[in-house]
C-alpha cells in the first residue's frame, strides 16, 4: 500500500475515478448518472472492490495474496476507527463512509467472497455456498451501493431496498457465471452447483470435462432458471422502492437480463464463448439513463 494520509480528497476520488475507468466496466455510466457526491462514493467503492478482486484473481503465491487481503482488513480497522488511510483508495473511501455511513462488514464480507476464490473453494460448490458466495461479492456491493444512491433516504421502501440488493446481486452474479464459464475454467474455476451437476449425472468436477458434458446446457438452464426468478423478484422489490433513487441498479438488471435470455436462447452449445449484447443495445440503454 502506499501513503495517502496526506492525500487531499480530491486528488483520492480522481484516483478512483481513474481506476474505474481503465476497468471498462459497464457500471461506469450508470455511476456518472449520480449527483458528484454520490458519484464518487460510487468510484470508491467499485475501485475498492476491483482492487481487492485483482488481489483474489492474479496468480501467485496464496500466502502472499492472503497478506494483502489481511493488510485491507487492517486497512479497514483503521478507516473505521478514525485513522489515517495508507492507500489511495482507502483515502476516497474516507468521506463515503461517514457520508453515508457505509458498514464496515460490508466490506469485509466482499473480502471473505475473495478468499474463496483465493483458497479455491469455487469448483462445483455446494448450493449453499454458492448463494454464500454471490451474497458476498456482489450482495455486499449492492447494499454499499443503494446507500451511496440514496436509495434508503427518501423513507420510501428502505427495508425493500437493501432486499432488492441482495435478490439483484444474486441475479448479477448467477448471470456473470453463467457467461464466464469458459474463462473460468481456464483458471481452474468451476461455479456451477454439486447439486445440479448431480442432477443430470454429471460426475466429473473438472472444469474442462464438465464444459465438454453434452448434458451440461442442462445444468446451466437449471441456474437460469433461478438467476430469472430473482430478477422477477427485483423488479416486485423495484416497484416498492424509490425508482429516481435507483436508476444505476435499474441500468445494470436492464442490461444483465438480457444478456440471460440470449444465453438461454442460444442453450450453451458453446459454453467456452462469452456472450455479450450487440453495441446498439448498450447504446440504447444509455440512451434511456442518460434521457
Not at 455486499?140 to 423513507?155: E, H, N
Not at 439483484?168 to 445440479?196: S, W
Amino acid at each position: 500500500m502506499t501513503e495517502a494520509a496526506t492525500m487531499s480528497a480530491e486528488a483520492a476520488a480522481a484516483y478512483a475515478e481513474a481506476m474505474v475507468r481503465r476497468s471498462g466496466t459497464s457500471f461506469f455510466w450508470g455511476m456518472r448518472a449520480l449527483p458528484e457526491e454520490r458519484r464518487r462514493a460510487m468510484y470508491a467503492v467499485y475501485a475498492f472492490c476491483r482492487v481487492v478482486d485483482d488481489i483474489a484473481d492474479e496468480p501467485g503465491d496464496p500466502a502472499v495474496q492472503q497478506a494483502r487481503l489481511d493488510e485491507w482488513r487492517r486497512e479497514l480497522d483503521r478507516l473505521y476507527a478514525g485513522g489515517a488511510p495508507r492507500d489511495p483508495i482507502a483515502r476516497a473511501l474516507q468521506p463515503a463512509i461517514r457520508r453515508y455511513d457505509l458498514p464496515k462488514a460490508e466490506f469485509e464480507a466482499l473480502i471473505a467472497g475473495m478468499e474463496m476464490d483465493l483458497h479455491k473453494q469455487n469448483v462445483a460448490p455446494t448450493m449453499a455456498e454458492l448463494l454464500l458466495y454471490c451474497r458476498r461479492v456482489a450482495g455486499a456491493v449492492g447494499l454499499l451501493s443503494i446507500r451511496c444512491f440514496g436509495a434508503l433516504d427518501s423513507g420510501r421502501g428502505a427495508r425493500e431496498a437493501e432486499q432488492l440488493a441482495i435478490v439483484l446481486g444474486e441475479a448479477l452474479q448467477l448471470t456473470n457465471i453463467l457467461r464466464d464459464l469458459g474463462e473460468d475454467a481456464a483458471d481452474g474455476r468451476l461455479y456451477l452447483p454439486a447439486e445440479l451437476l448431480q442432477r443430470h449425472g454429471i460426475a466429473s468436477r473438472d472444469p474442462e470435462a464438465v464444459l465438454d458434458d453434452p448434458r451440461l446446457p442442462a445444468v446451466c438452464g437449471d441456474l437460469a432458471a433461478l438467476a430469472q426468478g430473482r430478477y422477477a423478484e427485483a423488479r416486485k422489490l423495484i416497484d416498492r422502492c424509490d425508482r429516481s433513487r435507483l436508476k444505476p441498479a435499474i441500468l445494470m438488471m436492464a442490461s444483465y437480463e438480457p444478456l440471460l435470455h440470449r444465453m438461454q436462447a442460444e442453450g450453451w452449445r458453446e459454453p467456452r464463448r462469452r456472450i455479450s449484447l450487440p453495441k446498439w443495445r448498450k447504446l440504447l440503454l444509455l440512451r434511456h439513463l442518460v434521457f
